[in-house]
């Protein structure tokens, strides 16, 4: 993984190409273990011109028949994905030493993570949305603004953000797909820190916490 993270910059990806989800936001916070190279771009691409050349230099496996602007395989037993991603970026790339390629800002990341949630969050959006909220002080007011300035959706989202924020069912069959960070070392996500997760947003939606705001 930090070979593959390394060398990236030299990989044929669009101009513009950053990463987000789950290992970006591990690269800001250590907060969990995250083993995927989640990459993004506005540019649409065909697939064989950027993973025949990765394929040559590492052993490759593509995991989707698409033939552009959907890219899924595993790099060297690492699982690697290069999304079509026409909304705008909130802010500017942030660049970090553990990556050779831009990340995106933490504003932008918790607003593809709200839209996640929506749509059927997964616990590791929850694990990561949580993470960012608390280190960056985004309060939910301010991350729904984001939502619909980044995606062009009404305010009526905003409702719907709300509801998706507290509805845990589908996130609870996937606890056991999550690691995190304790004391320096790797275990699962348990069902007591899940709890406090989930009466963390209960608490964001109904206006019982409010994040401090870190120069926004």
Same mark, same amino acid.
């Given at each position: 993984m930090a070979t593959l993270l390394d060398d990236i910059h030299t990989w044929p990806l669009p101009v513009g190409t950053y990463?987000?989800?789950?290992?970006?936001?591990?690269?800001?916070?250590?907060?969990?273990?995250?083993?995927?190279?989640?990459?993004?771009?506005?540019?649409?691409?065909?697939c064989s011109s950027i993973i025949v050349p990765i394929g040559q230099r590492y052993v490759t496996t593509i995991t989707n028949p698409a033939e552009k602007n959907t890219l899924t395989a595993m790099v060297a037993n690492v699982r690697f994905s290069l999304f079509h991603y026409p909304y705008p970026l909130l802010k500017p790339l942030v660049n970090k030493p553990e990556c050779n390629i831009g990340l995106a800002s933490p504003e932008d990341i918790a607003a593809m993570k709200v839209v996640a949630i929506t749509q059927r969050g997964s616990a590791k959006d929850?694990?990561?949305?949580?993470?960012?909220?608390?280190?960056?002080?985004?309060?939910?007011d301010y991350l729904i603004v984001q939502v619909l300035k980044k995606y062009g959706v009404s305010g009526d989202y905003g409702?719907?953000?709300?509801?998706?924020?507290?509805?845990?069912?589908?996130? #609870? /069959?996937?606890?056991?797909?999550?690691?995190?960070?304790?004391? +320096?070392?790797? #275990? /699962?996500?348990?069902?007591?820190?899940?709890?406090?997760?989930? +009466?963390?947003?209960?608490?964001?939606?109904?206006?019982r916490y409010t994040p401090q705001a870190h120069n926004l």
């Open positions: 990463m987000a989800g789950g290992t970006a936001v591990a690269i800001y916070l250590n907060h969990r273990v995250s083993v995927d190279i989640d990459l993004f771009t506005e540019k649409e691409f065909y929850f694990v990561g949305l949580h993470a960012l909220i608390g280190a960056f002080g985004l309060p939910l409702y719907q953000i709300k509801r998706s924020l507290v509805y845990f069912d589908d996130a #609870v /069959r996937s606890l056991g797909d999550v690691t995190v960070m304790r004391n +320096e070392k790797e #275990v /699962r996500l348990d069902r007591h820190e899940w709890t406090k997760i989930e +009466e963390f947003f209960k608490s964001l939606v109904l206006g």
